[in-house]
């Protein structure tokens, strides 16, 4: 199978990474969940070369994950902003922070430091059961075929 027909996967993973599966588009993530909104500091901030960062922002776009805001007219100048779709990654970037945060440390200490706005406390985020509330781990987890369920 070819990268580009990942989306043909029976797959949510192999769905999502066909939109998101790219270093520079989380990087572009990454940087639109920071604040970062026009071309030109995208293009500063990730490193990315300018027509893959075009080619990335398009996708984006397309799939509904940001949207293309006019700021300008003379010249026409945009931003991209998240839309609710973008807003629903935030546990992935997050969870790929703390990932980095944990296996990766940098001697000085984590380089962003996550925390709530409502009480202003540093936050390591966790994922927890929506029923019990209980802090979970992949070993308290199972994952099963949509199609196992179905038999059982």
Known sequence: MRWSEIDQQDCSVAQALSIVGDRWTLLILR????????????????????????ERLKTLVDNGV????????R???????????GLDLWPVLISLLRWGDK???DKDGPPV????????HVVVPELACPECGEWLTATDMEAHRRRSMQRA
Do not use: N
């Open 113 to 120: 430091i996550v925390s709530h706005k409502g009480c202003g």
């Open 75 to 85: 010249p026409d100048r945009f931003e991209y902003r998240l839309t609710e779709m």
């Open 103 to 105: 296996w990766m440390p």
């Open 31 to 54: 940087d639109a969940f920071m604040r970062v909104r026009r071309f030109e500091d995208f293009l500063e901030s990730t490193g990315a070369p300018r027509p893959v960062l075009s």
């Open 66 to 73: 940001l949207e293309k805001q006019q700021y300008s007219e």
